[in-house]
DNA sequence: TTGAAAGCGCTAACAT
DNA sequence: ATGTTAGCGCTTTCAA
């Protein structure tokens, strides 16, 4: 069926046969691939453009296994996360300066979305992809780094296998931000942490315990709370240690969504801030200054850790064999008013 | 070059050589698409999960031109803003139960990124869009529609053509927000408006003349500014508003980022909300409620914009010639504290 | 029920 | 400088 709008997809057939040449002249032309008689050149270029026609992207990468697809992979573990959404951002500055595109997979800690989407974006025959896995034992990440596919860590990296990986100090984030209520005198310091499989968490919680020791506090389990890194979570386990029988006098979350649900508990509760509770937070957010009250905050360079881990990934894509590396970031302590 | 660690990548051929059989058969196992006896299909169906087979998509679509890719593309304005993320958390939700991935793109309200964005996308041969063109006569959407990609449109409509379109009442919304701050008493009412050319601001505007105009004030040009719909124009055009000889008393944000960006800088001068200026927002965000203050704002129904927009496209790409629709959604104004 | 073979649009080796 | 052609991995007639 055709009507008057049709935009028929045309092919290098159709271009070649109008422009008189064959199609391998026509595919010079395109990819600039060889000399062409520059009158020929002009003639196609002519017919391209009149015709709208747009080599196919899907022809051109079954052809051409071992060329680039221009198609960067992003796996990341929740897209309600500010933070994961700025190193996309960064992820995205430095694709589209190479001319890459994205397909962006967000499996929500969902190991099994997770393995459909990395089905998924192995058989869209991807350049390449910057995945944050569910863990360091991530099976399904190994496989496709074994296999061959050039592969960049955020947030979280991958044990027993050579990868490049981009993330923070985590330890010596949470440190300075355990010590920073420390030294105000906070003595009932309460950890939110987020999924405690994540090294991040982990490492979080290392650098909470050695805080605490060196400056004399003891390790109170009651105050530890493991969560699922979102929102809600932050919510209820705030609640959780509100209504201890002796409850903590400041609070630090594991990240940007468990601030936000402590927040909203502690508003919630008409408690004041940071008079009946401190908080602070891992990772800063744009707005924290005007939250209530304006946050203190670790904050990770996270458009940063995008692009940084955008730019390794092109690297290793031009160079497979290329010696790995980890880029450790530091953190930075942004002190407002929250404690 | 080949070791070890090599995941081979197979195709029918390995698959159909180890089974014995023709890769016509193995296609029909996958594909359930044809009569196979039993115990062929299942010695396939065993070589198929020794081999960890996974048929090729790029070669699938390109044999299959009218068959489904179960690629949907996603064309957002703006990656920062959690209205859209909102909306892409719907579309995401519907697409996964759907088996369909998504390719999303961000253009940051960039034409030339959008047309490299569609191009891509087309010629990925996308089973359908969902996209919040640049403007309603957006040409490389109107372009794409005309050629027969099944498109529902969010946010922002195309006019001239028949095109399924997700949306809100802007001009109610920016009406109830408006008349709000009236009531209330304000006097000096300010619009800060988003980018001029998007049918939301032109409405949202509407909305805020008709509100002030039934509330008998008048409507004053220099309480109107116009931004690009991003935090730091937030940033900027309230700094300008608050430095009028005459200023307002109170803010109608024409977006989240607006928002975020305008109490940034009251807060920044020491204002008091509401009592220096009050604030009203369009978009709540989940965390409107630990701002400072509690945000009041209209809320957009972002996560089922996403949803509806993804099933209507799911219902179009199954039957192209059902009758267009377009989806009007309610605000609702969310009473906090902020006025 | 199964197999052989054409062809989707493209690139690259080879031929001219 | 340009054309011819094989083949990427798959689905789908058509034949057996």
Redesign the pocket.
Known sequence: MSNENDYK????????EKA?????????V??N?????????IKVEQVIKDLK???????????????SSNLLGVLIPDIQNPFYVEVLRGIEDVAYENKYALIMCNFSQDEKKEKLYLDILQ?ESIDGLIAAPVNEQDQNVINLLKGGLPIVCVDRGLSGVDVDVVLVENRNGAFSAVDYLAKLDYKRIAYISGLPQLPSSQQRLQGYEEALTANNLKVDKALVKFGDSRHESGVTLCNELLQLPSPPDAIFAGNNLITLGALETIHKKGLMIPKDVAIIGFDDMYWSISLNPPLTAVRQPAYEIGKRAAEQLILRINDPSRPTMSMIMKTELIIRSSC
């Open positions: 997809v045309s092919n290098l057939n159709e271009v070649a008189g040449v064959s199609i391998a002249t026509v595919s010079r395109i990819n691939s060889a000399k062409v008689n520059s009158d020929t050149r026609f747009k080599p196919n992207r899907v022809a051109k990468r079954l052809r051409n296994k071992n060329a058989s």
